[in-house]
Each structure stands twice: as C-alpha cells, then as structure tokens.
C-alpha cells in the first residue's frame, strides 16, 4: 500500500513537473558527473584553475514565496568558463624548457623521477581538449534539466568570446542542452565576441592593467624552495628552478585532463605535496590579476554587468567601457525579450566580473607570503574549467528578486541584503554603482 502510494505520488509529481515551477525542478539535478579521470577529488580540487569543474554548494531551491508569480516571466544569466583545455603557448614554452633540463639528466638518484627517461611532452596548445568538451556538453544537460521550465519556447540566448577553446564550449554546451531537451530546443551560438575588439568576456582592454607576477613570485620563493631541492637532488646537473618546478607541477593536470588517466607528473606532485600551496598560487593569480588586488581588475568586469543589468531590468544597455554599443544596441545581437541567457567565457575575465560585481570579496587582501585558511577567494571553487557563475531573477511575494550562484554555491549578496542571498532587484541594481558609473574613473586609467 504504501509503496503504490509512493509510486503514484511520484508519477504525480513528474507530471505536474512539465508545467509548474516547482521546487523540484532545482533540486532533482545535483551533482554534474563527467567521465572519470582516475584521481582523488580532494588532489583534482587542488589543481586550482585547472581544476575539473565540481559543484562548489548544493544547489538550493529558491524560497517558497518565490516563483509562484505567473505574470512575471522569471530570467536566468550564465556566464560559464570554457571546459578543461591544453596548456596556453606561453606555459607549454616553460613546461618544455623545464622538461628539457630535466631531461637533460642520464642517471635519476631518485627512483620518484625514473619515469621521466621515458617520458614524451606530446600536448597540444590553446584549444579544449576532449574532456573538457564533455564537461562543457554535460553542464549544457545540467541547465536545460534544471531551468527548462522557464523557456516557455524560446531558445536561449548564447554568446561566446572568440577564443577556439570558448566557441567550442559554448557549441558543446548548446549540444548537451538540445540532446536533453529531445531537440525541442537547438540553441545556436548567435554572438561570437572578437577578442581584437570591444569584448565584454575577455579581459584584452585594460593595456596599463598590471599582472600578478609580483605576489605569485613571491609566493614561489616561499614554498618552493625545498621542492625544487628535493627535485635537483634527485636529478643532479638538471639545476631546476623554483619556476621550472612550478612548471612541472602543472603537466599533474594538463596531461590528466588530455589524456583522461592520471598524468605521469602526479606522483611527483603528490610526493612533494603540492596541493595546498599550487591552490594558493592560482588564488593569487586570479586575485591580483584581475580581481580585487588588480587596481585595475574589476573595471574589466564592468562591461559585463552592464549587460546583465540591462538584462535584469529590460532595459538598454548604459556603458562605456568594452562593451561593442553597435551589438549592443541592436535586439538582433542583444536582445532583452529572452528568458534564458547563457555566455561563454574566461577564468581571468570572470574574476574581473565577480570583483565588479563585489562577490567572494575577503576582508583583508591576500597576503602574498602567507595563506589565510579561511579565505573566501578560491579558485578551485570560483573558476575551475567550466565554473559558472548564475544571476537569477525571480518573482518572490509580487517584488522581484535577484540570486547568485557560483557552481551552484548561494552567493550571501551581504552587498544589497541581509546576507540571506536573496535581494529585491532594486536593491541589487543600486549595489552595483561602480558598473553604473563606468568603473568611476578606472576605465580611463587603463589607457594611461
Ligand atoms: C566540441 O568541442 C570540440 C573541441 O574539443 C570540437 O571539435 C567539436 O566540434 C565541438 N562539438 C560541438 C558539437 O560543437
Ligand atoms: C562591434 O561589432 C561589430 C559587429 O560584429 C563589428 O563589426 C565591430 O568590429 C565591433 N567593434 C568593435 C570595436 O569591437
Ligand atoms: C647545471 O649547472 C652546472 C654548473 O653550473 C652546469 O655545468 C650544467 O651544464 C647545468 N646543467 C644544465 C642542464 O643547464
Ligand atoms: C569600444 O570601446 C571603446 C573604449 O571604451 C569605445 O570608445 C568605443 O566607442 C567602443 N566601440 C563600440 C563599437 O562600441
Ligand atoms: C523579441 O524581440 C524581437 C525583436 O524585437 C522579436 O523579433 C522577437 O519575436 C521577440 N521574441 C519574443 C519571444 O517575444
Ligand atoms: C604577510 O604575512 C607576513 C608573514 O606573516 C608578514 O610578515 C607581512 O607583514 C604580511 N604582509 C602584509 C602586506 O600584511
């Protein structure tokens, strides 16, 4: 008896599911599975930006009082950054000089880098590797899953920045959304964001922004000393530096997420045990680049929030720093009748946009030397390959109210609310007035 009426209570909750906005819309899809690549999650988690995409939270429903308003047409905006790719140019060059030295050693006094004679660098450059394009096909599965119900027949609005790597994940992703709608919806790329021009998802328009060699650097001198002693003692004559052991560490996940089996370099960086400190790296990396520690980051983000904030009120887009006003202004390239936008984009360019915004900001800035444990900027959960960021508007009690998610972790927006991560849009727009004012003078500072 009691399992008929669970049986009918289930078949009664998956047919009203196809036309009521119910919480279990959200709750059904949690987890994101990708193919296995054979390494523990907590060693995969330390890879920082070159870190698989993992759900940073569980996703929770909206409260109750929130979407039950059948006028207001809810909104849904993602940015995603591209799935798992090779190394870029420049690091594939230090990866090879640090390789060739240490390949230039004939007889290894630690058994830890045998493997080494044997082994061939043979990645590619730049572009998505396999896995990541199944990551980026799985997350597009993921949101037609999740927010099918708010496309009432409209296909999403996708737009990619031009990098090889950022178009295929946004067609990879339309082709997980389509095969998990039955080809109901075929969304298609509409707006592809040259990066020589006014790009609002890539970071290529600030020229006098800084870098964040400065704190990285001096974050390398302070863990990597005793690695890259360990390392030359076991491969003497190949004199690496702190850089080149750097550089080794990263082929653990550029040859894992090529190859799809653990890299011939991880048992290295497990033996070292690299993880706290390589997560440490890229959190000041993206920190000082282009987030909060970059006087010049979050301007690079402002563009884009612009456009969302556009987006969120059904409004024309008021900017004047990279977005491209001809595509902006035309609803053709730009339109603000859509219930679902999705774009497609890069880990430094999302810090930009979630320090413009004023996400995940830490109460003090990162200290170059010395890792604060309970601190809120961490890649691995912000920016791993094909980490997202969701704005949703929703109608709750007749106001409309904005949420954020960053891999389906509640963002608090202690910025324009109680903390609770709900906030009335108008309070959310009223947050953003360094958007709203075009970075308050940073803009031009990028040109001087
Ligand atoms: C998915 O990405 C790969 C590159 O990894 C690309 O060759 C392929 O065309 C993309 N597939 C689709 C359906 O866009
Ligand atoms: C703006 O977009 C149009 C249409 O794609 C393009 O022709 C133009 O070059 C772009 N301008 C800039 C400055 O990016
Ligand atoms: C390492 O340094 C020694 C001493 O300066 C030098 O003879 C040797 O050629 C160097 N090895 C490499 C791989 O550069
Ligand atoms: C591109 O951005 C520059 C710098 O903000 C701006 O002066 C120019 O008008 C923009 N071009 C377009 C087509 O929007
Ligand atoms: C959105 O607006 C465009 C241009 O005004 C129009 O062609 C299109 O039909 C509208 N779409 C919807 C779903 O209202
Ligand atoms: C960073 O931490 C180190 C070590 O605790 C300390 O000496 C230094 O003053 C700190 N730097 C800043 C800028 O706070």
């Known amino acids: 008896m009691a399992l008929l009426a669970l049986i009918t209570l289930t078949y009664l909750c998956y047919t009203y599911a196809a036309f009521v906005p119910p919480r279990m819309h959200y709750s059904r899809i949690d987890a994101s599975p990708v193919p296995s690549i054979g390494i523990p999650d907590d060693v995969q988690q330390s890879w920082s930006m070159y870190s698989p995409y993992f759900a940073a939270g569980t996703y929770e429903a909206p409260p109750d009082g929130c979407l039950v308003d059948q006028v207001f047409v809810p909104d849904y905006n993602q940015i995603q950054r591209h799935g798992a790719r090779f190394p870029t140019s420049g690091a594939a060059t230090r990866i090879k000089a640090a390789l060739s030295k240490l390949q230039s050693v004939t ?9 080494v004679e044997d082994y061939t660098y043979d990645l590619g450059q730049d572009n998505l590797v396999p896995f990541g394009a199944s990551q980026s096909y799985e997350a597009g599965r993921v ?3 999740r927010y099918s119900w708010i496309l009432k ?3 999403p609005f996708v737009r990619a920045s031009s990098g090889s790597r950022v178009v295929d994940s946004a067609s990879n992703w339309t082709a997980g959304f389509a095969a998990a709608s039955a080809h109901r919806y075929n969304p298609v ?10 790009d609002t998802l890539d970071d290529n328009m600030c020229p006098a922004a800084g870098d964040s060699d400065p704190e990285t650097n001096a974050w390398l001198a302070t863990f990597a000393p005793p690695m890259t002693a360990r390392l030359n003692a076991g491969a003497v004559g190949a004199n690496l530096t702190d850089t080149d052991t750097y550089n080794l560490l990263t082929l653990c996940p550029f ?3 090529a190859k799809e089996r653990p890299g011939d370099f991880c048992a290295v960086y497990e033996a070292l045990d690299a993880g706290s400190a390589f997560m440490y790296s890229g959190d000041l990396d993206k920190y000082y680049g ?3 520690g970059q006087p010049l980051g979050p301007v690079q983000g402002v563009g884009y929030i612009n456009e969302l904030l556009a987006r969120l009120t059904g409004t024309a887009v008021q900017d004047q720093t990279q977005t491209n006003s001809t595509l902006d202004s035309d609803p053709a390239t730009f339109p603000l009748n859509r219930t679902f936008y999705a774009d497609f984009s890069h880990d430094n360019q999302m810090a930009a946009i979630f320090a413009a915004m004023g996400l995940l900001r830490q109460s003090a800035p990162l200290n170059a030397t010395n890792p604060d444990p309970s601190r809120t900027w961490r890649n691995e959960k912000m ?3 094909s980490g997202r960021m969701v704005v949703e508007r929703l109608s709750c009690d007749g106001q409309t109210h904005v949420r954020v998610l960053v891999n389906d972790a509640l ?6 609310g109680s903390g609770d991560g709900l906030c009335t849009l108008d309070a959310f727009v009223g947050s953003q007035s360094y958007a709203r004012n075009n970075g308050n003078g940073d803009w031009e500072q990028c040109f001087e």
Not at 107 to 115: N, P, Q, R
Not at 411 to 416: A, D, I, N, Q, V
């Open 107 to 115: 007889d290894f006094t630690d058994s830890l880098l045998e493997f």
């Open 383 to 385: 920016l791993p390959f």
């Open 153 to 155: 027949g409209q296909e």
């Open 411 to 416: 963002m608090p927006l202690e910025f324009c």
């Open 189 to 198: 790329v509409s707006v592809i964001l040259s990066e020589a021009g006014n």
């Open 290 to 292: 282009t987030g909060y």
């Open 143 to 145: 949101a037609f899953e």
């Open 255 to 257: 040859d894992t997420v």
